[in-house]
DNA sequence: TATATTTACGCAATCGGTTGCGCGACAGAT
DNA sequence: ATCTGTCGCGCAACCGATTGCGTAAATATA
């Protein structure tokens, strides 16, 4: 039952009308030098005869694409993934497609994806910086060239576009200032790369809570500049726990890590939030999951996407804006049994 | 700073040398009629010149794009983004892009998105079925069109594609037998829809294993027909566990519906894995998170879409090849805290 | 009525490769 | 010396939509 119809064209259409291509492609299009009864005419007739508009010759023609490029560290992360899938479903709403492109933290491997999907004349992009990246030239090319560049959630202040973002400071600060209130004296803090302003500023926020406090910083009981995995995790918590003065409660600046935080405890028979009150970020779902259920800071992933995208598109209609704006969006303390020591 | 300099084409290569066009497209692609020597000098100019492809271009010519769309239901699942994570490795090893659609499970949702890859002129096509889906007319466009379709994981027998699966008899019926082996007389089973070969063929090895064991196959313990998450994995447990005979193990057909059979359990003080064993299917993280961790079937998912990838990328090499095979991968029964209820 | 504007549409070049067909040149066969 | 074949490459027509510029007709203005 092949039946490989020839697609119909702006120029089929055309003809049957009796007019040229080209008012047919404005028409479609609304363009205001057609007329009223043109248009319809074009877009009923387009209807009937299953018209489906040929995207790759108008990309050709614009050399720009209606793809949307993604680059993320790993797919395969809740929270990376949620945001595609906000990203998805907005760009999916504007009739734009998404292709994606892992760096696996790597900066060889963002490089070599910001060349790719250059080539793919990507029409937009968005962007979660791998752990790695502290250069930024990669990206000029597609703003020398007006694709707009939204960052998400791992930022550069190198450069001059949208971000999309939570306040790290505030949250790392209330995070800590929640494991504060509950008692702690000695509260350690696992970060990422300081490169990577997320993890600054959040081990900046949890500076602060202690200093509002009045409780002295120990450099010794803030580790940093790994990728901040499980294994990690493990391996910094049992250092800590081994200290001759261990800490009585950890910020980590993701779950992952303070998952294995837990575990480490759990297999030590260190008693949680008792001795050792454990705070995460993200929400993972691994968060509810864990017994004790961890306490963590939550992170609007899928909106913070869905808005991402929603600055691509906003670029492509008015590519005469320059601006770039920063977005900050909410988060929030989740309290779970991992750091109530208190009754409330 | 903006250099916006043009793309040099393959124009540009032929008038430097003194060539036609056609030679330098040809000579690019190794093409048999044209010299080793010109060959050569193209590919070297190429390189000097800093020479990109114009893929929407060639798109365009060919009428197909060097894209392959991938359908699944929630991008945010751990086995769905792992295997994406496969599919992108690999294409984007093969110079292909990965476009994303997400199904969330509806029948409607799938068809609206085969017709908007359709309309992007994929040239090629990787889906995982929604839970809904009973009829697969929407996937007929691309095979009419020789644009090859490939199945992964929830696959359907309907159509003659390549499909890229496990063996969820054999598997169903491991895992069925380790619990009997521990011990279990009554074993309780949460399915999916029964329309989705994977959830019927996992019921079908669960039943089997009763059957060589001699245990009578009761229906009331076999609940299925839904999307298997947590709520419903909850629920169904508390029904279960409410029979008047109740089960003392449940084999559930995920991870995530396993995951809430042991809250639920926790919350109620049945003691697992004595008085309730679980089993679960995926390797999800979350199994080796949860107190006490979860038996499981682990499923090869990124492999999955790393061999879904390449059979798409050999129907495109090979146009000619029709025959369309099935893959099967191989499953590891991952026995954890839940199941083990004897000393081995 | 003549001129200025606006309205509505057509012309034709363009985007960058791809590919069927053809043709000249040169080598080997007869 | 003629014929046949192969090799290496060019011609030109595509693929389908976009868009700057031009223009005829309709309407408004003087």
Redesign the interface.
């Known amino acids: ?4 119809k020839r ?1 119909i064209t702006i120029y089929d259409i055309a003809s049957e009308l009796n007019v040229s291509p080209s008012t047919v492609s404005r028409a479609l299009k609304d363009h205001y030098s057609i007329g009223k009864e043109m248009i319809e005419a074009v877009k009923k007739l387009a209807r009937e005869r299953g018209y ?6 108008a ?2 023609r614009k ?1 720009k ?1 209606n ?1 949307i490029g993604v680059m993320i560290s ?5 929270f ?3 945001m ?2 906000g990203i ?2 907005e760009a ?1 709403n504007a ?1 734009c ?6 760096s696996h933290d790597s900066y060889e491997h963002e490089i070599a ?1 910001a060349r ?1 999907l250059y ?3 990507i029409g937009g992009l968005i962007v979660s910086l791998a752990m790695e990246t502290r250069k930024y030239n990669h990206f000029s090319t597609f703003l ?2 007006d694709i707009p560049v939204v960052f998400v959630d791992r930022v550069t202040d190198d450069l001059n576009c949208d971000k999309v973002v939570i306040d790290n400071f505030a949250a790392g600060l209330m995070a800590t200032t929640h494991l504060i209130e509950q008692g702690c004296k000695r509260i350690a803090h696992l970060s990422g790369a300081q490169h990577r302003s997320i993890y600054k500023q959040r081990a900046e926020g949890y500076m602060e809570a202690l200093r509002r406090h009045n409780i002295e910083i120990d450099e010794s009981l803030i580790l940093s500049g790994g990728m901040l995995n499980s294994e990690e995790g493990y391996r910094m918590t049992e250092h800590l726990m081994s200290l001759p003065n261990p800490p009585d409660a950890i910020f980590s600046a993701n779950d992952t890590a303070a ?1 294995s935080a837990i ?1 480490y405890a ?1 297999h030590n028979g260190i008693k949680i939030p008792q001795k050792l009150a454990v705070m995460g970020f993200n929400n993972d ?2 968060s509810l ?3 004790p259920t961890l306490s963590t800071v939550s992170h609007p992933a899928v909106d913070m996407g869905k808005i991402a995208a929603r600055q691509v598109l906003k670029h492509r209609e008015h590519k005469d804006i320059i601006t770039s704006e920063t977005i900050t969006l909410k988060t929030d303390l989740i309290i779970r049994e991992s750091t109530l020591r208190k009754k409330r």
């Open positions: 039952m092949k039946q490989k697609e489906r508009p040929n995207h790759i010759a990309s050709l050399n694409t793809t790993w797919i395969n992360r809740p990376v993934s949620s595609i899938s998805e479903e999916s009739g497609n998404v292709i994606i492109s892992q994806n790719a080539n793919s004349r020398d060239n998952v575990q759990k779902p691994v999951i864990i017994d």
